[in-house]
């Protein structure tokens, strides 16, 4: 039998997850290098480049349905309070003011984990649900959220996480402190004494938000007991059980459908309170619910990369052999359960027998963390990768030759080999593209008033992928092909790749070939778009389905030309007789002969090899100047050197390390998201004071692939893409400033101010 | 309240009544139901809602791209609204669609079409075509996945196109030709002057007075369309800004993009083109007007601190009655200014500078462009043989109020400039700023700046004055 139920193991955005799930057991014949194929890894332009380019793409924002009304929401003003009164009744007096659902109008339903409610009325940070109203116009329910009265009794809070830290935590939330994290590695005290020299150093990260440019927003409409929900998500298959969970429904009364959405990052995957408010005021009302939170409720309450303050020592020999290294951190995981720890990297990235971690998650009185591309590893890489480099200057060592004397050759977590790690390949093509041997030997150096330096940091990730994963072929008349799967495309291509696949198995031209993602309702499941899984877990999927329907076709062939199976060859789409070439069948033939409207095959992901783990890999190296006179950092370069296993399309593959690390370049030099401490309210809500780079902001950017295939990964050899390209920007760029000026900014953002700080020491 | 509107919206004329504030995004997206005009911040920060609109300057159609969620539906009575679906031609995509899909320049494509629509803007209201001006219109246009860099390949080879193509005279027809546009726009000048609108040219009777509308309806798009308003229409840029009596008038609706381009300002301040486009961002500028800026009150407008230095007076109005103030006394605290309920900015005025005056404007900001600085300062110095007979200088964002560092200016009047003066100066300066620490930067961080703004200032006006040292 070629499926199999299986247990296998999958890394999720930092959490190991075992799954057990139906794989497909069929080993194909490896790609080798994309020199070799006809469709996969080239610049193939996106099949939905049309609808993108005309306007006429239709997001979950755009969707309008008849009698549709508008939902928007009342949140907390407040840190911290319970709400001692709430008064709906002025807002229904107001005309096309239609319905307002409360705690005290609805029925208790679990939220975070059952740590809360959909509506509790413990309110633990600025930005909590308090109410939502529903109104003919957007306008309209807009007002009824100000004719709301409510009471509260203040509670004290926190929004300062070192403060929290120090404070009672069930003061602030309600919660228990979490667990101290930790992790031990070999014998922490021998490495100490067989080492000659030691660096220590604390460093900060900020709190930063998605700012996706779609907001969060759902239209959901019941049809009888059934209920259709468009999301704007990364993870139909979640918003789909907590829907039917919240509503008590059935899982097959839920449709969730996204088709176009405007980016996510992390903040779209998992199910909003929004939806589930929407699909409660959808029914009591009878009517379609638009709900949409404005760019305020997207910086306050849908996500954001929590911060950390992290504290690393490195001990090692004079020739550069780290011995043991010590990690220390706290992070906000905001009001609500969720995680924040950064230490993964420093566990994984570098060679050390001797390691100790301890990393704790901190309740504050403001909006909850959640995963944000590369959660942990971009906070932890730069922390990381500082320290490393302070220990290669105090020893006198080039910080590349370092890194690779400190060359980890297996997974030191899991004690087994990689499939595959090029990062040596990926240290020396970024040092040749950055011209590292221009990088100041003393840090600082230069002369003028515009330093230059050159930095570079490393970066691993999981993005291997995993079952269960299933797609399913449908080709219908005039050899049209239909791949469907329960994935969705957030905007990285996934539309295009999963086509590219199938075409380059069954050798149909993209143009006959569509692709239905992101409809609970229609495909079978996929995983959620996060963790830089999707390509690695689906594509496999569809070559699988392509290549057991090429064996269909070729039967089907078989029976018609009445000609033995093994007399056939499949060759450019056409189904032929090995002995006399001239009859042969195109697809479209043959779908005609069957009098069939269409054949159908489903395919899997393949289980993950026992015995490895699957990492990408790669490093970036910043060019960047300073100007000593206003603090001013320009990035004159950024070289980005990585090692993802086969890249599927060139296009999208440069836009997603672009995007990735421009990104993480705004983490390193602009983004923050600020709190007042004595109020507890955010004070940059929106794009105008939450900055993020605008296409004047470019650097000049390289992109270097260093891999050809994983072939021990999966049946297309691919590794995710979409998380590496942020993780070391920051890192590089830190070590660069530092290259650059010769004194180290430990917290980010880098600003001006930090920078002119820095050297004249202000304070 | 609501007033019948009039306007060609992509290649047909309509017909609505909409409340005059309504959000040019509203009507098009709910009534319209075009959808390729997104809202991604209703700020004008994003560009997602960029629309193009088009009207008859002398008989001939002039095209600015604007935030239509910033844009009251009022002010585009009896003009031509593009919107993304307006580009589309049949069966095949526009030149400049074609090189983003080829280029791979969306990615998730939610802010597509606003880049699409602020590109083809650009291309049609511009005569000198270079990548960097192509880039400066989509600076208003926030892209959080590509990372651009796809987009700029884009503008490459568009400006490439289009030099080689030179667009001549009748741009219209030759943008049609390589693609850019559809055929429908040449016939869109004789619809415009046939287009008899309701709205048009009401006279003042009271409400809220809404000329550009780029603050107004950020604070209060949900409540605006309950008030009583009055949408200015605007002039054209020679009736906007003109020399009367020695002096330069900028009538109060004057948007920045207006004064960028106006000949007037070109000959007597003719850095302020080149300055004013760190101001927002192409369709905030070709939206704001410049008595926003200064009624707005915040102490680091952009132009307020320009205007400061060059000495300029208000001409205030309110129904029949009008006064003078300087504008230095405008400012009474933070965010209050010497305004009367009724009473609104007719205009701008200052004296033509003479020849030879040095004008400085300066800005440090967390973002290059599209952001609000941190701080400014603009200077105007009447000087001969190295000694200053007249200094004016200006900060933003180092008190509540925009500022005129009077203490420091009459300090260095009559001086001669020298290294050793500058000590005495940065007290000067320390001695009537009041800054704080804010999420655009600490209070020592922006004291610190502004002594360099200052210097640079002087630096600009005396080249031979070196600072080096100072660092």
């Known amino acids: 039998m070629p499926q199999k139920i299986v247990k296998s193991k999958i890394i999720f955005e930092g959490e190991i997850v075992e799954t057990i799930g139906e794989v497909s057991t069929e080993e194909y014949e490896r790609w080798g290098a994309n020199e070799n194929l006809k469709v996969v890894g080239k610049p193939v332009s996106r099949i939905d480049g049309y609808d993108k380019v005309s306007g006429s793409a239709v997001y979950t924002f755009d969707k309008i349905l008849q009698r549709m009304v508008y939902a928007r929401t009342l949140r907390s003003p407040l840190p911290h309070a319970k709400i001692k009164r709430i ?28 740590s809360s409610k959909l509506f509790d ?122 829907v039917a969970d919240s509503l008590k429904i059935n899982i097959n009364d839920v449709r969730v459908i996204k088709k176009y959405m405007g980016g996510g990052f992390g903040s779209k995957l998992e199910a909003g309170k929004y939806t589930v408010m929407a699909a409660l005021l959808a029914r009591r009302l009878g009517r379609p619910v638009k709900i949409y939170l404005d760019r305020r409720e997207m ?61 704790q998650n901190v309740f504050i009185n403001a909006g909850r963390a959640r995963a944000f591309r590369a959660p942990g590893h971009v906070q932890g890489v730069f922390a990381l990768d500082s320290i490393i480099d302070d220990f290669a200057y105090k020893i006198g060592m080039d910080p590349i030759d370092l890194r690779l004397k400190n060359y980890a050759e297996v997974d030191q977590v899991f004690n087994v080999p990689y499939t595959s790690k090029l990062l040596k390949e990926a240290y020396s093509a970024g040092a040749q593209a950055i011209n590292w041997d221009l990088r100041n030997k003393i840090p600082g150096s230069g002369n003028g008033v515009i330093k230059r330096g050159i930095g570079m940091a ?75 899984q999707t390509i690695a877990s689906v594509a496999p999927a569809v070559r699988d389905a392509s290549e057991k329907m090429k064996s269909k076709l070729i039967s089907a062939a078989a029976a018609i030309m009445e000609i033995p199976e093994d007399k056939i060859k499949y060759n450019n789409g056409e189904i032929e007789s090995i002995e006399d070439p001239a009859k042969k069948l195109s697809i479209a033939d043959i779908l005609k002969e069957l009098r069939e ?24 190296f910043a060019d960047v100047s300073v100007d000593t006179e206003t603090g001013k950092i320009t990035v004159n370069k950024i070289a980005a050197a990585h090692d993802i296993g086969r890249p599927m399309n060139q296009k999208t593959l440069e836009n997603q390390f672009h995007g990735g690390i421009l990104q993480g370049l705004s983490y390193a030099l602009m983004e923050e998201r600020v709190i007042d401490e004595s109020t507890g309210q955010v004070v940059n809500l929106n794009m105008h004071d939450y900055k993020i780079p605008t296409v004047k902001d470019v650097p000049k950017i390289e992109i270097i692939i260093v891999s050809k295939s994983d072939d021990l990964v999966n049946n297309v050899g691919a590794k995710g893409i979409g998380e590496p390209a942020i993780i070391p920007t920051a890192g590089a760029i830190a070590n660069a400033v530092y290259n650059a000026i010769g004194v180290r900014i430990k917290s980010l953002p880098i600003t001006p101010d930090k920078v002119l700080n820095a050297i004249y020491k202000f304070n | 309240m609501k007033q019948p509107v009039k306007f060609i919206l992509n290649d047909k004329i309509v017909e609505t009544i909409e409340h005059p504030a309504k959000a040019l995004l509203d009507v098009i997206r709910e009534r319209y139901f075009l959808t390729g005009t997104k809202e991604g911040c209703r700020e004008g920060d994003c560009g997602a809602c960029t629309v193009l609109v088009g009207d008859l300057v002398d008989d001939e159609i002039q095209y600015k791209s604007v935030n239509s969620c910033l844009t009251p539906i009022a002010a585009v009575d009896g003009k031509h609204i593009v919107t993304i679906e307006g ?162 008038v900028i009538k109060g609706e004057t948007t920045i993009s207006d004064l960028m381009k106006s000949e007037i300002i070109k000959e007597h301040i003719p850095k302020l083109s080149k300055w004013f486009s760190l101001f927002g961002s192409e369709p905030i500028r070709n939206k704001a007007t410049i008595t926003g800026n200064i009624v707005n009150a915040s102490p680091i407008a952009d132009s307020t601190n320009l205007l400061l230095v060059l000495d300029a007076e208000l001409k205030l109005k309110k129904e029949k009655s009008t006064r003078s103030l300087p504008l230095s006394e405008f400012f009474i605290s933070y965010k209050k200014v010497d305004l009367l309920p009724g009473e609104h900015v007719d205009a701008i005025h200052f004296e033509i500078p003479e020849i030879g005056t040095f004008i400085g404007w300066e800005k440090i900001s967390k973002r290059k462009y599209l952001d ?71 209070a020592q961080y922006k004291a610190e700046l502004l002594k360099r703004l200052v210097l640079a200032h002087l630096k600009n006006c005396f080249p031979h004055f070196s600072v080096e040292e100072l660092v």
Request: charged share 20%; net charge negative.
């Open chain 1, 87 to 114: 008064d709906i009744s002025k807002a229904l007096k107001v005309n096309g003011i239609l319905d307002v659902i409360t705690f005290q109008n609805t029925e208790d339903i679990d939220w975070y984990w059952n």
């Open chain 1, 121 to 242: 009325p413990h309110l633990r940070y600025q930005g909590d649900e308090i109410a939502c109203a529903a109104a003919e116009t957007a306008e309209l329910a807009e007002q009824a959220l100000k004719l709301i009265e409510v009471d509260y009794d203040e509670l004290p809070f926190a929004v300062n996480t070192k403060k929290a830290l120090e404070s009672d935590p069930e003061k602030l939330t309600g919660f228990k402190k979490p667990d101290l994290f930790t992790y031990d590695r070999g014998d922490f005290s021998k490495g100490i004494s067989e080492s000659d020299e030691s660096v220590e150093d604390t460093f900060t990260t900020p709190v930063v938000i998605h700012n996706p440019t779609e907001v969060h927003c759902s239209t959901v409409a019941w049809d009888g007991g059934k209920l259709t929900v468009w999301d704007s998500t990364q993870a139909i298959f979640s918003v789909r059980n907590a």
């Open chain 1, 299 to 359: 910086n306050l309450a849908v996500g954001n990369r929590p911060d950390s303050h992290q504290t690393l020592k490195v001990w090692g020999k004079r020739d550069g052999t780290i011995t043991a290294m010590s990690y220390k951190s706290f992070g906000a995981v905001g009001a609500y359960p969720q995680g924040a720890a950064a230490n993964w990297p420093f566990r994984t990235m570098y060679k050390c027998p001797n390691i100790k971690v301890e990393d």
């Open chain 1, 458 to 532: 490393s970066q691993i990730w999981w993005g291997g992928g995993g079952p269960p994963a299933h797609a399913m072929l449908k080709l219908e008349r005039g050899g049209y092909l239909t791949v469907i799967s329960g994935t969705q495309d957030i905007g990285t291509g996934t539309y295009t790749i999963l086509a590219q696949v199938a075409a380059e198995i069954l050798e149909i031209p993209m143009e006959k070939i569509e692709v239905i993602l992101g409809d609970t309702g229609v495909g079978p499941y996929a995983p959620s778009s996060g963790g830089s």
């Open chain 1, 597 to 620: 409207e269409s054949l159908l095959m489903n395919g899997s992901r393949e289980a993950n090899p026992d015995g490895y783990t699957t990492n990408s890999f790669g490093a970036q």
């Open chain 2, 87 to 248: 580009f589309n031609l049949k069966d095949k995509l526009t030149s400049l669609q074609f090189e983003f899909v080829e280029q791979g320049a969306s990615q998730c494509g939610f802010c597509t079409p606003g880049f699409i629509v602020s590109l083809t803007g650009w291309l049609l209201q511009n005569t000198n075509f270079t990548v960097d001006e192509a880039l400066t219109s989509i600076d208003g246009n926030i892209c959080r996945c590509t990372g651009y860099a796809s987009i700029i390949r884009v503008v490459e080879n568009i400006v490439a196109e289009i030099q080689k193509a030179n667009l001549g005279e009748d741009k219209i027809s030759n943008l049609i030709e390589l693609g850019f546009l559809p055929q429908y726009f040449t016939e869109i000048p004789k619809l415009l002057k046939g287009l008899t609108t309701f709205g048009s040219d009401q006279p003042y009777i009271g409400g809220t007075i809404v000329s550009g509308g780029t603050d107004l309806l950020v604070q209060r798009w949900d409540t605006i369309v309950d008030e009583e308003v009055y949408v200015k229409k605007s002039n054209g840029i020679s009736e906007n800004i003109f020399i009367e009596e020695a002096s330069i």
């Open chain 2, 372 to 442: 609000i600085a941190s701080i400014n300062s603009s200077c105007c110095i009447k000087h001969a043989n190295n000694k200053i007979n007249m200094i004016r200088i200006s900060a933003g964002g180092v008190a509540p109020i925009p500022l005129l560092l009077k203490k420091t200016s009459q300090f260095l009047e009559g001086k001669e400039i020298t290294t050793s003066i500058t000590d005495e100066v940065f007290g000067m300066i320390d001695s009537e700023i009041t800054p704080i620490s804010d999420a655009r930067g600490s």
